[in-house]
C-alpha cells in the first residue's frame, strides 16, 4: 500500500471517483532534476540544432494528435471540462506546438549598424538569440493539456531544459504528454516532470540555478512566489481577472445574448478571461435579460464525459461552496437573482444570472470563478467605463455595438490587455498575446510571446580596421 504522505490521489470532480494516484517528488528529486537541466544547459556542445528541435516538436504534433480521444476523455474525467470543449483544448494544444516548431525561425537576430557614429567605425556587429536558461513551469488546472503546452513547447522551441509543475487537481494530462516527450527523442533532462507538495515548489522556484519561471494561477500565489526569485531569475505571471464587457444601446440582442452565454459559463466560468460583469445599456436591458436567461436556462450541467453536457462541475468542493458564499453576500445585500443561484450537488453550481449586485460586494469587484454572469443597466455608456475599470484587475474585455467608432472609443478606454468587439472576453487564440495588466500578471504570453522570453540576445562585435 502506498504512503498517503508521498502520494498524490487524483479525483474525478464530477463525483469524486479515484482515476490514479501517482507518487510525490521530494526534495532530494527536484533538486536532482535541477541539476540535470543545469548539467544540460552547461555542456553547450550538446544543445540541439534549431532543425533537431523543429523535428522533435513536429513528431510530438502527431504524437499527440494519434492520441487526441484519450486526451480529451482525460481532460473531462480529470479537470470536469465538458467533453465538447475538451476536444476543442486538444486541436488547441496540438496546434499549439506546431506553433512552436515554426516560431524556431523566428529565433534570428540582428545586424547593428555601428557607423553611426566616429566610435563605431571600422566594426560590424550582429546578434543572435540563445536560450535562457533552466525553466521551472506551475501550470493550473482549467486546462491541464493546453497550459502545459504553452509552457514546455516553448521551452523546447527556445532550447531551454524546463521542469514542469501541473496543478495538484490536474496532473494526468501533463503526465501523459511529458511521456509523449520523451517518445520524441529529446533528451531526458529537456523536459521533466515534478509532482510535488507546495513546499518543494517554492524551494524548486526559487532556487538560483532557475533563469525562467513560467506560473498560471492564483494572483496571490504568484507575487508571492515572484518575491521570492533568485537574484537574476526571469518570469512571466499569468492570473486572473474579473472582465467587463459593454452592450451599447445598437448591439443585436440575440446574437450576444448567444455569445456571452458561451463567454461566461465556458468551463463553468473557470477561465480568466471568463465574462463576468455585463454592463447594458438601459435602452435594450430589459429584452436582453429576456434572451439572456432564454439561452442560460437551455444550458445542460452534469458528467463532462456527456458530450451534451454544456456546464461541468467545478474543480473541488470547497470551490462550489465560495461561489454560493459569494452569493449569500450579494443576495443579502439586495441582489435579485433572476435564474439559478443554488448548488445542485456538492460538484456543480446551477449556471446563474444576477442583477445589478452592489459595487462593494465579491461578484462585482473579485473574480468569481464559477459560473455566474452578473449584469448592470447603465445610462451613461461612461459610467459603464468607470465601473468596469474600477477592480485591481485587467485582462481580457469586450464591447457589442454595431458602431465602429463607439467600439474604437470604448476600446481606447477600457482598462485590457485586449478588448474584443462582437465577441466574448475568453476569445483566444494561442499566438495572438495574452496577458494580464496589473495585479493580473506580468509578462505575455502566447506561444510566440513565450518563446521569445524564453531565449536572450547576444551580441558580437568584430573590429575589421
Not at 509532482?195 to 524548486?204: H, S, V
Request: charged share 20%.
Amino acid at each position: 500500500m502506498s504512503d498517503p504522505s508521498n502520494t498524490l490521489v487524483v479525483s474525478q470532480p464530477f463525483d469524486n471517483a479515484v482515476i490514479d494516484e501517482l507518487p510525490l517528488s521530494n526534495w532530494d528529486a527536484a533538486d536532482a532534476m535541477l541539476d540535470r537541466a543545469s548539467g544540460w544547459f552547461s555542456n553547450r556542445s550538446g544543445w540541439l540544432a534549431d532543425h533537431e528541435r523543429i523535428a522533435i516538436l513536429k513528431r510530438l504534433a502527431v504524437l499527440v494528435q494519434g492520441q487526441a480521444d484519450e486526451f480529451a476523455l482525460l481532460i473531462a474525467r480529470e479537470g470536469g471540462k465538458p467533453l465538447k470543449d475538451a476536444k476543442i483544448e486538444v486541436a488547441r494544444a496540438i496546434n499549439g506546438v506546431e506553433l512552436a516548431a515554426e516560431g524556431i525561425s523566428g529565433l534570428h537576430g540582428r545586424e547593428i549598424p555601428m557607423g553611426l557614429s566616429a566610435a563605431g567605425a571600422g566594426r560590424i556587429a550582429f546578434s543572435k538569440r540563445e536560450p535562457i536558461g533552466p525553466v521551472v513551469a506551475i501550470s493550473a488546472f482549467n486546462h491541464p493539456l493546453n497550459l502545459i503546452v504553452h509552457q514546455v513547447a516553448p521551452a523546447i522551441a527556445a532550447g531551454c531544459p524546463v521542469i514542469i509543475k501541473p496543478a495538484d487537481t490536474t496532473p494526468l494530462c501533463c503526465r501523459k504528454f511529458v511521456e509523449l516527450v520523451h517518445e520524441t527523442g529529446l533528451p531526458e533532462p529537456m523536459c521533466q516532470l515534478c509532482i510535488c507538495d507546495n513546499q518543494t515548489a517554492e524551494k524548486l522556484v526559487t532556487d538560483a540555478r532557475v533563469a525562467f519561471f513560467s506560473f498560471i494561477g492564483s494572483a496571490r500565489v504568484g507575487w508571492y512566489l515572484r518575491s521570492k526569485l533568485a537574484p537574476g531569475t526571469r518570469c512571466a505571471l499569468e492570473h486572473g481577472g474579473a472582465a467587463p464587457i459593454i452592450v451599447c444601446q445598437d448591439a443585436d440582442v440575440e446574437t450576444t445574448a448567444k455569445s456571452l452565454v458561451k463567454g461566461g459559463y465556458y468551463h463553468a466560468g473557470q477561465v480568466c478571461v471568463s465574462a463576468q460583469r455585463i454592463f447594458i445599456a438601459n435602452q435594450l436591458r430589459d429584452a436582453f435579460q429576456v434572451a439572456f436567461q432564454t439561452e442560460v436556462d437551455q444550458l445542460i450541467t452534469g458528467d463532462p464525459t456527456d458530450i451534451a453536457t454544456d456546464v461541468g462541475p467545478l474543480i473541488l468542493p470547497r470551490e462550489v461552496a465560495r461561489v454560493h458564499d459569494w452569493l449569500t453576500e450579494a443576495t443579502a445585500r439586495g441582489t435579485r437573482v433572476l435564474t439559478g443561484g443554488a448548488p445542485l450537488t456538492e460538484h456543480l453550481y446551477t449556471p446563474t444570472i444576477l442583477l445589478d449586485p452592489p459595487a462593494d460586494v465579491r461578484v462585482s469587484n473579485a473574480e468569481i470563478f464559477g459560473p455566474v454572469t452578473c449584469l448592470y443597466g447603465y445610462d451613461d455608456v461612461s459610467q459603464a467605463v468607470q465601473a468596469a475599470n474600477a477592480v485591481p484587475f485587467a485582462f481580457q474585455a469586450a464591447v457589442y455595438t454595431g458602431d465602429l467608432d463607439r467600439a474604437f472609443h470604448l476600446g481606447e478606454h477600457l482598462n485590457a490587455s485586449a478588448v474584443m468587439v462582437n465577441d466574448h472576453s475568453a476569445f483566444r487564440v494561442d499566438w495572438m498575446p495574452f496577458a494580464g495588466r496589473g495585479v493580473s500578471g506580468l509578462g505575455v504570453g502566447g506561444i510566440p510571446h513565450t518563446l521569445h522570453d524564453m531565449t536572450q540576445e547576444k551580441m558580437t562585435v568584430i573590429k575589421t580596421s
